[in-house]
């Protein structure tokens, strides 16, 4: 059974699941799907065309699947996916996609907290952290188990891999390699993100090959090029090393050195 404060307001168009808890004084607009077990705080506003998964926390104040802040939107509709068991605190700001058809697109286990702002057609990962007052421009990617630390602004487009760890008040305009730590301003790379990497299970093991493509990428004479070469070369491959290359590989701005 549903519990919608009278205060609410609720579009004709938009679908509840069971158990749904609406406070007073929210707003749930046109074309939202919200799922089962999920809590919208007070004041808080869903504005359209978002889907919310099952279990979910939408805290006080929050405005979710609001227009894409892009001067190329024209009224397009767009899209804001949301998945399960993923918390949205007080004043955070997650914005639709701009591009007729596209969304933005928040995983499962997210932990986003008070005033940070995700922008049009980011994608996170699933079980990310994104501390207080970050702010992330359109088109970032964001990879499984990233923690991103308080008021951290990251450029469009950037990619930040799984595993890693963001330290606060960093500024991020290049790629994050997956499984490593960074920290400060100018942004530099710190170690492979051990204290994370034991806590998802990670063996002494992969810790060590990681800490060698560390020592090749950060701590060598070699450009990254060449640093490459000698991973492919000298170490054998897991899934982790694979990963490591194919998303420096990929990378379209450069990852942080």
């Known amino acids: 059974m549903n519990q919608v404060d009278a205060r609410a307001v609720i579009d004709e168009s938009a679908r509840l699941g069971d158990g749904v808890v609406v406070g007073a004084f929210a707003i749930v607009g046109p074309g939202v799907r919200i799922g089962d077990g999920t809590t919208i705080g007070s004041s808080a506003f869903i504005e359209r ?36 068991r993923t918390t949205i605190r007080e004043f955070a700001t997650i914005n639709r996609a701009a591009g007729a058809g596209e969304a933005t697109a928040i995983g499962n286990d997210i932990l986003i907290m008070a005033y940070a702002h995700v922008a049009h057609n980011c994608i996170i990962g699933d079980s990310v952290v994104i501390v207080n007052a970050v702010n992330l421009a359109g088109h970032v990617e964001v990879g499984e188990h990233a923690i991103i630390g308080g008021m951290t602004p990251v450029h469009q487009f950037v990619r ?98």
């Open 49 to 84: 065309d978002t889907v919310i998964g099952n279990n979910c926390f939408i805290a006080h104040g929050a405005v979710v699947g609001s227009d894409p802040q892009d001067l190329k939107y024209n009224g397009e509709q767009t899209f804001l996916t949301i998945g399960d």
């Open 160 to 257: 930040i891999g799984k595993h890693s760890f963001v330290g606060g008040a960093s500024r991020i305009s290049k790629d994050i390699p997956p499984y490593f730590k960074v920290a400060g301003i100018p942004t530099r790379p710190i170690e492979v993100n051990t204290v994370g990497l034991l806590r998802h299970g990670f063996s002494d093991e992969s810790l060590s090959r990681l800490r060698q493509c560390y020592r090749l990428l950060y701590l060598s004479d070699l450009n990254t090029t060449q640093a490459l070469s000698r991973i492919r070369a000298e170490m054998t491959p897991t899934a982790e090393i694979d990963d490591l290359v194919a998303f420096i590989e990929s990378s379209s701005r450069g990852i942080i050195k």
